[in-house]
């Protein structure tokens, strides 16, 4: 009661002086340099309220167990805003038995990794190993022709059919438990065969007919680009991705032999993961090095079709793209378009162009419903903490 009581006080004394004197202990101090590529920078000098983190932290003491692992935000290709909070650490669909998140700690990024899968099958075509995404997936393995006899209308499915979940192949990885032998990710996970396991899997629509989202599509991704370059793609992520992010640590989940989990899994500090953020929104470049080309990240985080169009099962965006979501926040009657990398549980890697900002949250909402949600953190305390935004007239 006297905490609710005083968690109220002090929200009103907020919003009547606009924040808290420097020596309070719920101010927000200026993110740690760790000579990590990071400029660090105080909220006020990139022209933003540190009222509204206040208000934020406030909120989330409140709610208590919210689940919130770490919250980063980036301003104007400075980092300005990073805290970390308790969570239980998690993995292949299980709790590990580890807790607490700081700066140091990587992140499982579920279904996130599918955006870095999609920049590096545009690294992959930037770099002659791929012609086009429009090339047939069958092209790449010879070895499975066999599989167009049964069902010929595989043979229509291009690689931009996988980056837009809409290849129409049927699969199943969310109807029974992980741990279920039945479940088509464990097997995946334990076929021999991993990959024709997937091809082999029957159409359930003509590709490009329907918007169907599946892990299926992304982890032939990784191996079209395996097998164009010659190389396991975590390989070919550490030299022309990671290594050029100055990443240094990292994980990613084997299948089996040269098969890379490219779905999700990957693993990450939430400080990478902004530079993964930040290298988008600066169109391919990081540091002033071309990683990525420019027509790649703008056609990629574009949307290519709405998915509410087809079920409503993603109430949170309003397009998808090549394995990047679209979202438009509405704040003070204003519209910020944003493009992200999203993963099961609340991680988010969240750009927004107009804005010069990139947003990092992650959460262990991986078994409960989310007590608060991502979306509405950015939209209720980060944009509106923009000084200069008023209401349109």
């Known amino acids: 009661m006297m905490k609710t009581l005083f968690s109220a006080i002090l929200s009103f004394l907020l919003l009547q002086s606009g924040g ?21 920078a105080s909220l006020s000098s990139v022209g ?23 919250i ?35 992140h499982v990024l579920c279904s996130a990794t599918k955006s870095v899968t999609s920049a590096l099958l545009g690294i992959a075509i930037d770099k002659g190993y791929v012609d086009s995404i429009e090339q047939k997936v069958f092209d790449f393995f010879p070895e499975y022709a066999s599989l167009l006899a049964q069902e010929p209308a595989k043979g229509k499915m291009t690689i931009k059919h996988l980056l837009t979940m809409t290849s129409g192949l049927t699969y199943d990885d969310e109807s029974l438990p992980y741990t279920d032998r039945n479940n088509d990710m464990n097997r995946f996970f334990s076929s021999h065969d991993p ?11 003509e ?12 982890n032939i991704l990784g191996q079209i680009i395996r097998k164009a370059a010659n190389r396991r793609v975590d390989a070919f992520a550490k030299k022309y991705l990671l290594d050029p992010l100055g990443v240094a640590e990292y994980q990613w989940q084997i299948v ?8 999700g899994d990957l693993h990450l500090k939430p400080r990478d993961m902004a530079k993964f953020g930040l290298l988008f929104l600066d169109r391919g470049e990081w540091k002033g090095e071309r990683i990525i080309s420019s027509r790649w990240c703008d056609v990629s985080t574009a949307a290519f079709l709405n998915p509410n169009d087809y ?63 991502p979306f509405s953190i950015v939209s209720n305390y980060i ?6 935004l008023k209401a349109k007239e």
């Open 311 to 373: 079920n409503h099962e993603f109430p949170w965006a309003n397009g998808y793209g090549y394995q990047w979501w679209r979202k438009t926040y509405e704040v003070r009657l204003r519209s910020h378009p944003s493009f992200f990398a999203y993963g099961w549980g609340g991680q988010c890697i969240i750009v927004i162009p107009d804005l010069n900002m990139v947003v990092v949250i992650t959460a262990g909402n991986w078994y409960k419903a989310e007590a608060i949600s």
């Open 72 to 106: 980063l935000v980036v301003k104007d290709r400075k980092l300005v805003f990073e805290r970390y909070f308790p969570g239980r650490k998690f993995n292949l669909g299980q709790y590990t038995g580890g807790t607490g998140y700081d700066r140091n700690d990587l």
């Open 20 to 40: 808290l004197a420097s020596q309070d202990k719920n101010s927000i101090s200026v993110p740690e340099f760790a000579d990590d590529g990071w400029e660090v």
């Open 48 to 70: 933003m309220d540190e009222a509204k983190f206040i208000q934020l932290l406030i909120r989330l003491e409140q709610i208590g167990e919210h689940r919130v692992h770490d």
């Open 383 to 388: 944009i509106p903490a923009v000084k200069f």
């Open 195 to 205: 990959i024709r396991f997937l091809l082999e899997k029957p159409l359930f629509a």
């Open 256 to 263: 089996r032999d040269d098969v890379v989990l490219c779905s």
């Open 207 to 218: 590709p490009g007919a329907v918007f169907d989202y599946d892990n299926c599509n992304t």
